[in-house]
């Protein structure tokens, strides 16, 4: 289950945000893993990004939003919403190398509830994933918020890495995503 997922994900496009904005820029093009695909629909929606492709002559729909280095330009963190067959909305989330996978991460949208930790599921080479599914209450939570924080365990040290992105958009982009997706 989880492999023709990430291929896809990572196949179509990344989304990233980090701890340091002064060192981080967010991205508003399609992203570069997208490769040479031909998008369909390319909207922003504040933060968000949506974008549908054709891959098996179905259209594939998603939602993502990046942040990269400034200077290098490298991937810090990605992630990305979209609905599976079932119509369920999903979440992967790329983060970088040199955390502790068996500490997993949590979430905590604005200063609300920290969830348990949420497993990573593996490690390709543009960072190491997890996989969330996101139920009806978790996405009334992420309308209603202005920021996720991500928490993850740095491998060297055991101190906590802080991750953030943006909710500016997402109510949009997800309605939009939910729509194309149909």
Do not use: Y
């Amino acid at each position: 289950m989880f492999g023709k997922n990430i291929k896809a994900a990572a196949a179509v496009a990344l989304v990233s945000f980090v701890t340091q904005p002064s060192n981080v820029a967010a991205q508003t093009e399609a992203p570069a893993a997208a490769g040479n695909n031909v998008f369909s629909v390319n909207e922003t929606h504040g933060d968000w990004i949506v974008l549908c492709s054709q891959a098996e002559a179905k259209q594939i729909c998603l939602m993502t939003q990046q942040q990269r280095k400034n200077d290098t330009k490298q991937l810090v963190i990605a992630a990305e919403i979209s609905t599976d067959k079932n119509d369920q909305i999903r979440g992967t989330i790329i983060l970088p190398f040199g955390l502790q996978l068996a500490a997993g991460v949590t979430v905590q949208v604005d200063d609300g509830v920290v969830s348990n930790p949420s497993p990573f599921a593996t490690c390709l080479p543009t960072g190491c994933i997890v996989q969330v599914l996101l139920d009806a209450p978790t996405l009334q939570t992420l309308r209603g918020g202005s920021n996720v924080k991500l928490v993850a365990k740095a491998h060297d040290s055991g101190q906590n890495v802080l991750l953030g992105l943006s909710l500016k958009g997402f109510p949009t982009a997800l309605d939009r995503l939910v729509a194309l997706s149909k």
